[in-house]
């Protein structure tokens, strides 16, 4: 459906740099990268706001690249729900149908499925400055969902409003998508979201596309020790790889890691915080690695417990419940295994 193939220019200070990637039909799509990224000068680009000084875009088999905005039937929600602040919601819904002198019957009709898919039947008697930020984010959406776009894109739609708002747009976003089947390409700098959304995404850094995968695909495996930091990685080692059977055994220091695969020479060790098990007693399970360590911190995350440990001259970082704490009698100074499987550390 959507095809970026070499896009490359500069505005201002933000560049895009070789961009290159393709959307399937009917696919929701994530990009995700930290503020700065590029991700909505990407964006705009492909709705017709810039124009690339090199690079093609194609939307349903046909070049768009040197057309206007209007013409290449393209949706556009921003972050800021931008909604007319003198209009109704019926009336901010219907606008875009009035300037694309959409028949009144035919508008009619648009105007009611999509206040029913999104909601808003309730709501379309209302003023924008009564409604949450959450219910504006609804009408900017089908603002553009009345005009049947062929490809959706969604500018950290998510981004003002709050967790619980947040967690129920998510799910809002991927009925929407189901039962419409439009073709979306979503940007944030939130990695929960991208992934509660995601069926593939691309992970964007200084304007260049480092990575396109399936979410578990590129969170499990990063392709750089800056995408690793940016995904939250936070166990970032460097280390001396060299085979051992079908492993690969990685010296850190003083500690030997196992690793799946097999790999020699110098490596990047990359470890998530969610892969690593706590426990008071050593694990003897083979395929796994078991590293004696001392409690330096805890901190209280919410919805889960943040904790540093020291084993031999490395600081590993893990994420536990806080029933965990409770059982286990975690507290700074405890002495502690760290458990995970070779399969969990990745080398690059």
Request: net charge positive; aromatic share 6%; proline share 5%.
């Amino acid at each position: 459906m959507l095809e970026v193939r070499e896009l490359c220019g500069t505005w201002g200070q933000f560049s895009l740099k070789e961009i290159s990637f393709s959307i399937e039909r009917g696919e929701y799509f994530v990009l995700l990268g930290p503020t700065g990224a590029g991700k909505t000068l990407l964006l705009e680009t492909i709705a017709g706001f810039h124009l690339p000084s090199r690079g093609q875009i194609r939307l349903d088999g046909r070049d768009i690249t040197g057309l206007p905005p209007q013409l290449r039937e393209v949706g556009f929600v921003y972050q800021d729900a931008l909604l007319f602040p003198h209009l109704t919601v019926k009336e901010n819904l219907r606008f875009g149908l009035r300037v694309k002198k959409v028949p009144k019957q035919e508008a009619t009709r648009r105007l009611e499925e999509v206040s029913e898919l999104l909601g808003l039947s309730d709501l379309l008697h209302r003023m924008p400055r009564t409604l949450s930020g959450g219910e504006k984010q609804k009408v900017a959406l089908g603002r553009v969902l009345v005009l049947r776009p062929k490809l959706l894109l969604l500018d950290e739609p998510l981004a003002h409003v709050d967790k619980p708002t947040s967690e129920r747009l998510i799910s809002e976003l991927r009925r929407v998508q189901r039962e419409t089947g439009i073709t979306t390409l979503h940007v944030t700098h939130d990695r929960e979201e991208a992934l509660g959304l995601a069926q593939r995404m691309g992970i964007l850094l200084d304007g260049r596309l480092v990575r396109v995968g399936e979410p578990e695909e590129v969170f499990t495996s990063p392709a750089s020790p800056e995408v690793a930091e940016f995904l939250g990685v936070q166990n970032i080692f460097r280390g001396r790889a060299r085979p051992r059977g079908r492993l690969t055994s990685v010296r850190i220091g003083r500690l030997h890691l196992l690793a799946a695969g097999r790999k020699a020479g110098e490596v990047t060790v990359c470890l998530r915080p969610q892969d690593i098990i706590l426990s008071r007693r050593p694990a003897r399970t083979s395929g796994r690695n078991v590293l004696l360590g001392r409690i330096l911190d805890l901190r209280d995350r919410g919805a889960y417990v943040w904790v540093s440990v020291q084993a031999a001259d490395r600081i590993f970082h893990a994420f536990v419940t806080r029933a965990s704490v409770s059982e286990l009698r975690l507290r700074e100074g405890s002495r502690v295994y760290l458990i995970f499987k070779a399969s969990a550390v990745h080398l690059i």
